[in-house]
């Protein structure tokens, strides 16, 4: 069964069997192929039920992890779900960006205004009136996954992510113009090659040769050539993108994630579509697809996404190591040694093995498990690249 991508949007006590217990509201989410992010309420989870579903390869949760068989928060502590002065704090899941790639709006999970759990979407200013409205309230902390840093040049509150984590990218689409009512007689006169272009006209005009060359190809196979193209991308980003398509359909979503990516070279794309089309799960992406980890370093990612590593992989998510480092730490987690030890950038590749050589041996002294660890680390080094 395939696993299912899963939010936590709030904490609170509720009755079950006659007690009060409390609980997590749960969201099922996906990001669309039109770049909108999709989210589904569940219903009330214990932590107990959270975790089994979690170690059971059940569900991912984004702004959460387990750590000796407890609920951990990854994107802000959990215990920051908890009301302060009457204010139950939200979760902020993506940035809502125009399409020219300016910041509009967040799409926000938790309590709308008549007290139920709902996915809103906030412009700027409503962000800004909540904040303001939270601080005339001494509330601190109103969102359980950002931090406030304070206000921008232009008046808006400037809201940061914690190190490590990411928000999704939500690309809005303009609105509908309001419908014309023209007069009959004069539609007669309208002759039908001058009718309105569409926004996919818009979009495709706004293409260079090569990049229409590429998008006719797709147009010819009924591939939905929108969904991953981005005139920011070059002739050589989008033919990565669009090869991919080719291959598997059902990776559309992710691909068009990379698409909004263009900063990432032809080298990252490749490697990051490679990796969905393996079965990297998508939650991966915001973590995976950064300037700042060369092709080589996604490949590793991508292996130890499809290990299901887990938690592991969170010391691997640094975007100041290189490949060698994040390989050491990648040989680490295969053997099941303690990475935390030496997940640091600054240890060398050098200090890294020699490390994990160390504790290595003491594992395997303590379990008997030499000869299948070294052959395992010996199959997955040899695949590194």
Known sequence: M???NVVLVSRDEINRNNKKVQAYAVFAYSMGADSTLKTKPLRYFSEVELVSAVNQG????????????????????????DAVNGIKPVVVMARCYDMDDNVVGYRVLGYNSKNELATMGWNLKKMDAYCKFAKDKNVSAPIQNMMIKGISDDGHVILAVYPGTELYKEVLKPAKEAKVVVDKNAIESVKED?????????????????????????????????????????????RVLADALKENQKVQQGLHYIATKPELSAEQMERLSNGLITGVNIKYLPYFAKKEYDAGSITILNKAAKKKMGNGIRYMLNSKLNKAQITQIYNGLILGIDVSQYADEKFTPMQ??????????????????????????????????
């Open 352 to 385: 890294m093995s020699e490390i994990c050589s160390n504790l290595s041996v003491s594992r395997w002294n303590q379990e008997g498990s030499t000869s299948i660890a070294r052959e395992e680390l010996m199959k997955q080094d040899a695949s590194l690249d």
């Open 2 to 4: 395939a696993q299912s």
């Open 194 to 238: 001058k009718q309105e272009k569409t926004k996919t006209d818009v979009l495709y005009d706004r293409l260079s040769p090569e990049q229409k060359k590429i998008v006719d190809e797709l147009k010819a196979k009924n591939l939905d050539w929108v969904s991953i193209t981005n005139p920011k991308l070059s002739a050589k980003q989008l």
């Open 58 to 81: 059940q569900i991912v949760i984004w702004n959460a992890i387990v750590e000796n068989n407890k609920l951990k928060g990854n994107m802000g502590s959990l215990d920051r779900f």
